[in-house]
């Protein structure tokens, strides 16, 4: 895949820019390399528009994994297989969206607000997903969920 350079973001507008192609998924890898080189003004009104405009990008990505995810599961007839690739592609995007929430521009005590907000969501799924395979009595999907954490990255 061809990854091109994105100039990184200084202004509200251009973040805004960066911030819609990272909620389309178009070139991940060079979005989030031009928002960990971004910078922003961090001043009241901006601030405020800025911080929910990426929590609100980061919220879209984490539902559509978590769709993406249980579409998969559904087509996986319970193929370890299928489960276990289903597992990783939600583990990878978390982690993703982990780095592009933890940006050097936002300020530390309020970047680690926002990046706990996707920890938070990951150990929630992981959860989920124990508690869910504790309805299958072989113990195999459980172990399959426990061996392949989401929210181990």
């Keep these: 895949m061809l990854t091109t350079a994105i100039a990184p973001p200084k202004t ?6 960066v911030l819609d192609m990272l909620k389309a ?3 991940d890898e060079a979005v989030l390399s031009a928002m960990q080189r971004g ?4 001043q009241s009104g901006v601030a405020e528009r800025f911080a929910k405009k990426l929590i ?3 919220n879209y990505r984490m539902n559509a994994a978590s769709d993406k995810f249980q579409k ?3 087509r996986s007839n319970g193929q370890e297989r299928a489960i276990v690739q289903a597992l990783l592609a939600l583990r990878k995007e978390m ?5 592009a929430i933890n940006l050097p521009a936002i ?4 970047r680690q607000q926002y990046h706990q907000l ?3 969501q990951a150990n929630s799924m992981q959860t989920s997903l124990e508690d869910s395979a504790k309805k299958d009595r072989s113990g195999k999907l459980a172990s399959i969920v426990r061996n392949n954490k989401v929210n181990a990255f």
Excluded at 95 to 99: R, T, V
């Design 12 to 17: 509200y507008s251009e973040w805004v820019a």
């Design 25 to 27: 998924k178009s070139d």
């Design 39 to 42: 910078t922003i003004e961090w």
């Design 56 to 58: 609100d990008v980061i």
């Design 72 to 74: 998969e599961m559904t």
């Design 95 to 99: 982690c993703f969206l982990s780095k």
């Design 107 to 110: 300020p530390e005590k309020d």
């Design 118 to 120: 996707v920890i938070s």
